[in-house]
T-cell receptor, first 113, second 115 residues
Framework: AQSVSQHNHHVILSEAASLELGCNYSYGGTVNLFWYVQYPGQHLQLLLKYFSGDPLVKGIKGFEAEFIKSKFSFNLRKPSVQWSDTAEYFCAVPSGGSYIPTFGRGTSLIVHP | DAMVIQNPRYQVTQFGKPVTLSCSQTLNHNVMYWYQQKSSQAPKLLFHYYDKDFNNEADTPDNFQSRRPNTSFCFLDIRSPGLGDAAMYLC??????????????FGPGTRLTVL
């Protein structure tokens, strides 16, 4: 079965610091890779997704992710975080036999003002 | 605003007492999903409907059932809740299962407590 690894479970940064959250998966993942975000007290929502084409994907609020097929990775980045980026971030990658994504366990990001 | 609604937001039940969680959507999406999420764990897919076609995950316990009487509503029935079923239950929808429009839209979740 597909496994999705998010190596950083808890990340604490100061405002304006750069962010990179890792996401690795075990196989497949050639289409429809996702990052979802859950802000405090809110529901999960789409941050960005890769479907095809340019492996560097731009999302909302200045986030981007790079799909590196050879490394089975889809890392999330932001050059300068803000306090409002404090949230839980989930990577999701489809299993080989299904298009429905398997979620990673999430990374909790806290940004200090 | 189009949205995914879950009721109730918090549900307390007793060990072994059946419980039903509700999800509705105004997005007119074809696909509806139920996930179970325990603390500090990934959301785990229980099952999904594509229109009326029900798809159960292989490792979803028989204790969990689902109904989708129409496009807008989907229910999660837990026939005999155990202490291990205490979790957040997330409902999600998507227009398609695959292709460009398969991103999921989530509801706020129902927190289930089993006493």
């Amino acid at each position: 079965a597909q496994s999705v690894s998010q190596h950083n479970h808890h990340v604490i940064l100061s405002e304006a610091a750069s962010l990179e959250l890792g996401c690795n998966y075990s196989y497949g993942g050639t289409v429809n890779l996702f990052w979802y975000v859950q802000y405090p007290g809110q529901h999960l929502q789409l941050l960005l997704k890769y479907f095809s084409g340019d492996p560097l994907v731009k999302g909302i609020k200045g986030f981007e992710a790079e799909f590196i097929k050879s490394k089975f990775s889809f890392n999330l980045r932001k050059p300068s975080v803000q306090w409002s980026d404090t949230a839980e971030y989930f990577c999701a990658v489809p299993s080989g036999g299904s298009y429905i994504p398997t979620f990673g366990r999430g990374t909790s990001l806290i940004v200090h003002p | 605003d189009a949205m995914v609604i879950q009721n109730p937001r918090y549900q307390v039940t007793q060990f072994g007492k059946p419980v039903t969680l509700s999800c509705s959507q105004t997005l007119n999406h074809n696909v509806m999903y139920w996930y179970q999420q325990k603390s500090s764990q990934a959301p785990k897919l229980l099952f999904h409907y594509y229109d009326k076609d029900f798809n159960n995950e292989a490792d979803t316990p028989d204790n969990f059932q689902s109904r989708r009487p129409n496009t807008s509503f989907c229910f999660l029935d837990i026939r005999s809740p155990g202490l291990g079923d205490a979790a957040m239950y997330l409902c999600a929808t998507s227009l398609r299962v695959f292709g460009r429009n398969n991103e999921q839209f989530f509801g706020p979740g129902t927190r289930l407590t089993v006493l």
